[in-house]
Every structure is written in C-alpha cells, then in structure tokens.
T-cell receptor
Framework: GDSVTQMEGPVTLSEEAFLTINCTYT??????LFWYVQYPGEGLQLLLK?????DKGSNKGFEATYRKETTSFHLEKGSVQVSDSAVYFC????????????FGTGTRLTVIP | DTAVSQTPKYLVTQMGNDKSIKCEQN?????MYWYKQDSKKFLKIMFS???????INETVPNRFSPKSPDKAHLNLHINSLELGDSAVYFC?????????????FGNGTRLTVT
C-alpha cells in the first residue's frame, strides 16, 4: 500500500548547522510529495512540494528533491535558525483511492543558539 | 483573514458529554478534512468531504459524526465523549482531490476529556 517513512526524531542542532530529515515513500503510482511544518500550538503549514520526478521544491531556505530512483524526498537546509524549531511532516498524495493522502510520523527539530 | 478557522481552540469537558467543533474555510475549496493528532504528533485522517459528499470515512467510532451544510463548512460532532478522545483535532481543506492539491490546515482544537 501507499505509505511514508520518515526519519525518527527528535533532532537537535546548533544554529547554522546543516539539516537533513530523511523521507522515503512507497506508492503504486506516481505521487505528489509534500513537506509540512508545524510550529508549537499551530496547525500544519505547507513548506514545499514536488509533483513529479526530479522536481525540486524550495521555500524559506528549505529544499527537497523528488527522487524516483530512490523513492525519497529528503528535506535539507544549509543553515538552520532557532526559529526553524518545529515538527516536520513528509506526506504523499496519490491520484486514486478514497484516501489518497498519507503523512509520515513527524520529526521534531530543536535548534539551539 | 484566516483561511481555515475552527472553533473552539480549547475544549475541556467531562466523560459522557456531547460536543461539537466547527470549521469554516474561505478559500473556495471543494474538499475538507478532519484529522486527529495524538500526543505523539501522529496524524490520523478521520473524514473527508468533497462538495458536501462524504468520501473518506476511516475506522472511527460512530460516536463521531461529521456534517457539511455547505462546501465551506465541515463540523464535527462527538457523542458520549471518552478519555481516549483527548487529542488535537485539525480541520483542513484542499482545492480539490487532485494529487497536486496541498492541504491548508486550521490551528486545531485541543480537546481534553476528564
């Protein structure tokens, strides 16, 4: 079935460190892939997306590339800030099926000054 | 203007009570959702409506009943509340069911059942 496997956290980094959060997926077709971010006490916000293989989504210094050959969509940022502390969710959406949206389990990131 | 708004933000109630959570979106989207987020941040879809028609009804106790009076509103009614219902409930919407349509989330309703 369709699913998302996300790197378990929590992840703690110092400010300006490089961030990678791994995400791999299983899907029967060609899904769209998303990263969402949840700041404390808030709902999820779309961070970036990619809808086909080799697409790169980017926003606020974060990037992720849709890799069909490795079925991955890893989130990266070159230099994290304290304000990036949040929970990050990888998700995929497929065209078919009643339930066509699947979320990973979330990865908590804490950035310390 | 808030795109997806849900009320109340906090809800504290006793076991056995009946409560409702309201959700409205002003984005003109066709599809709306209810998610439950547990204490470990795991998100589980509960229901989805597309143009007022129920399209996703996951394994949820029938004490939970969604109602969509129009495509801009999706309310959640919960009967006979139990301790295990304590969680954060998120409403969301998307332009349509297409696979490239991202979800837009409300800020959540934290339900505490005592």
């Amino acid at each position: 079935g369709d699913s998302v496997t996300q790197m378990e956290g929590p992840v703690t980094l110092s400010e300006e460190a490089f961030l990678t959060i791994n995400c791999t997926y299983t899907a029967t077709g060609y899904p769209s892939l998303f990263w969402y971010v949840q700041y404390p006490g808030e709902g999820l916000q779309l961070l970036l997306k990619a809808t086909k293989a080799d697409d790169k989504g980017s926003n606020k210094g974060f990037e992720a590339t849709y890799r069909k050959e490795t079925t991955s969509f890893h989130l990266e940022k070159g230099s994290v800030q304290v304000s990036d502390s949040a929970v990050y969710f990888c998700a995929l959406k497929v065209q078919t099926g009643a339930n066509n949206l699947f979320f990973g389990t979330g990865t908590r990131l804490t950035v310390i000054p | 203007d808030t795109a997806v708004s849900q009320t109340p933000k906090y809800l504290v109630t006793q076991m056995g009570n009946d409560k409702s959570i309201k959700c409205e979106q002003n984005l003109g989207h066709d599809t709306m959702y209810w998610y439950k987020q547990d204490s470990k941040k795991f998100l589980k879809i509960m229901f989805s409506y597309n143009n007022k028609e129920l399209i996703i009804n996951e394994t949820v106790p029938n004490r939970f009943s969604p109602k969509s009076p129009d495509k801009a509103h999706l309310n959640l009614h919960i009967n006979s509340l139990e301790l295990g219902d304590s969680a954060v409930y998120f409403c969301a919407s998307s332009q349509d069911r297409g696979q490239s349509s991202p979800l837009h989330f409300g800020n959540g309703t934290r339900l505490t059942v005592t």
